[in-house]
């Protein structure tokens, strides 16, 4: 049970039906009622959620590699990645589609589309600010503590 509160990785029911996973419930995001229910056992046949986790997780590193060293900036970086992600998932996409590779279940990507579509849509992303960080404010430490003090 000690191995599956560290690494969250269950095994058995008996662990996920643990007194102290009961416990812990609130706190680890429907990890627990989900492995309880009966839809644990409707997993895709291949049996991860993302389709090639190894070829994936590769140029995740790639691209961080690229950033440390100076090569591309983050949003270039992070752009060359899902660019990256997109053509391999379309190959395992047209595999799948043509013999089933990943038993039926592996991506189906959406039509590319523009980045603004998405923009103002309920739950979409924020627009860009024209200032994303603002020069930072120096205040002194006496007038700090005063602020506080007065409240």
């Not at 997780?57 to 100076?70: P, R």
């Not at 053509?87 to 038993?103: F, V």
């Not at 992303?125 to 120096?138: F, I, M, R, V």
């Amino acid at each position: 049970v000690k191995k599956s509160h560290v690494g969250l990785t269950i095994i058995r029911d008996s662990t996920i039906n643990h007194p102290s996973f009961t416990d812990r419930a609130p706190k680890l995001g429907g990890l627990v009622e989900f492995y309880r229910s009966p839809d644990r056992v409707s997993w895709t046949p291949t049996g991860i959620n993302v389709p090639d986790y190894p070829k994936l997780a590769q140029l995740w590193w790639q691209q961080i590699g690229d950033v440390n060293s100076g090569a591309f900036t983050p949003q270039e970086a992070m752009d060359r990645l899902a660019s990256e992600m997109d053509d391999i998932m379309a190959r395992m996409q047209a595999a799948d589609e043509a013999s089933k590779t990943y038993g039926g279940c592996g991506p189906r990507l959406n039509p590319k589309v523009d980045p603004a579509e998405w923009l103002g849509k309920p739950n979409g992303p924020a627009a860009k600010l024209a200032n994303e960080k603002e020069q930072g404010q120096t205040i002194a430490y006496d007038d700090l503590i005063q602020r506080w003090t007065n409240k």
